[in-house]
């Protein structure tokens, strides 16, 4: 059992491995904020450059649907359009990155000693593909073995309980998780208030399942269940509460287990006023961002 209170150090010296919680602030640190990959804003303006932005970027999709609507058109299939637009920006994008950006991206952090599991919540694939590119590891084809398995495969419950996994050898590897979709796969994608609705939804069903192996003293292979038995690193995500189905993970990790791993945040701020900040403790203290990646890099490289 982990004890309650120990610090990240003390984690990884005690042989602790981490599920990482990445968003599109890791992108924005190496890749800078002119990038679509680092900033939601961005994306968005791009998509639609005569829509003015809240802030609130999952209705301001809706916003872009209802102003990109052609006359008759169904909104289902506006959104299709809309949804196909971002995938084509992201992947001109993930290929420009994947060129020209090939050691901007610290791929120390992938560190199978450390790291079991990374849930991105982005829909690119660069970390798996630059390890792709190194050509030491072995990056699988996606697969499921989760009690959705059967299900339909173009299904959301297939799709995002679905991982790749990068080989290291010596049966070292980390699963790579991507709940909110990817770019290779249209239908995966989630954006907008009608997909988010769905994937609450399927938070509900990935818990049931999650429940029933759990009385039959069984593991259901899920990004749920690697949120609920790790100790937990979050990396570039603020965590807004709009994440409703990893707060939904989180919580119910707070409801069911007595005794829980710790979860990590990298942030500047140390304070507890904002309400996502009383859940997580800070990665580092009286650090920059800058500092915390240059510590953390040393605590995973030190073995």
């Known amino acids: 059992m982990i004890v309650p209170g120990k610090n990240i150090q003390s984690l990884i010296e005690s042989g602790e491995k981490f599920t990482i919680i990445l968003g599109s602030g890791f992108h924005q640190h190496f890749l800078g904020e002119d990038s679509i990959l680092s ?16 802030g609130e970027y999952h209705l301001d999709f809706e916003r872009i649907i209802k102003a990109k609507k052609i006359t008759f058109e169904d909104s289902s299939k506006t959104e299709e359009r809309l949804i196909k637009c971002v995938k084509e920006l992201l992947q001109k994008e993930q ?39 190194l050509k030491v590891v072995k990056v699988s084809k996606f697969k499921n073995d989760s009690s959705f398995k059967k299900e339909s495969k173009t299904s959301y419950p297939y799709l995002s309980t679905r991982y790749k996994a990068i080989d290291y050898g010596n049966n070292e590897s980390i699963r790579f998780w991507h709940p909110h979709g990817i770019i290779s796969s249209k239908k995966s994608i989630v954006l907008g208030l009608h997909r988010y609705a769905h994937m609450v939804e399927n938070g509900l ?4 399942h999650h429940m029933k192996a759990k ?8 990004w749920y269940d690697k949120l609920l038995f790790n100790p937990v690193i979050i ?16 919580t119910s990790r707070e409801r069911t287990n007595a005794s829980h791993p710790q979860i990590f945040q990298m942030r500047e701020c140390e304070c507890k006023n904002h309400a996502q900040h009383q859940w997580f403790e800070p990665l ?18 030190q073995q």
């Open 235 to 250: 990396l570039g995500a603020g965590m807004s509460p709009s994440e409703w189905d990893l707060w939904f993970a989180l």
């Open 284 to 301: 580092f203290k009286g650090m920059t961002f800058d500092e915390q990646w240059k510590e953390l890099e040393r605590l995973f490289k």
């Open 95 to 133: 290929e420009r990155v994947l060129d020209n950006c090939f050691g901007c991206y610290p791929t120390w952090l992938f560190n199978p000693k450390f790291v079991s599991d990374v849930i991105s919540l982005n829909f690119d694939e660069i970390p798996e593909l630059l390890h792709k590119k």
């Open 215 to 222: 009385r039959n003293n069984t593991h259901d292979n899920t």
């Open 205 to 208: 069903r990935i818990r049931n």
């Open 39 to 54: 900033s939601w804003k961005l994306l968005l303006q791009t998509l639609s450059p005569e829509t003015k932005l809240t």
